[in-house]
């Protein structure tokens, strides 16, 4: 029996994580979904993992195929600013106690997209 094998060329990718807060606040599993939701789509984007109770968000991207300018402007597509977990010029947000009724938070409404 003959077997013919090819080259195989391997690329590493690279992978790297973005983490932010958001303005407005998430403050409901509707904020949450809304963001994994919708930025699962972008290109290069891997995984997004929200953590509601200390107000981040993470994305795993591979950067030959984006990078946190174009994720920024994704969130800012959902009506989110977003400032970078350990940026210097950040500023301190409060944390909203209250619960989201699914309407009258800003983040929440259009809850759909």
Not at 29 to 54: M, S
Request: glycine fraction near 6%; hydrophobic fraction near 25%.
């Amino acid at each position: 029996m003959f077997m013919v094998f090819g080259s195989m060329t391997i690329y590493a990718k690279d992978i790297k994580e973005y983490v932010v807060t958001t303005n407005p606040q998430m403050s409901c599993q509707n904020c949450e979904n809304k963001i994994k939701g919708n930025l699962r789509f972008e290109k290069g984007v891997k995984k997004v993992e929200t953590n509601l109770k200390e107000q981040t968000v993470t994305v795993t991207y591979d950067a030959d195929k984006t990078d946190e300018a174009k994720l920024a402007e994704a969130f800012g597509k959902l009506n989110y600013q977003v400032q970078k977990v350990g940026d210097k010029n950040a500023t301190k947000k409060q944390c909203s106690k209250s619960s989201c009724d699914g309407e009258s938070k800003s983040c929440c409404k259009n809850k759909k997209n």
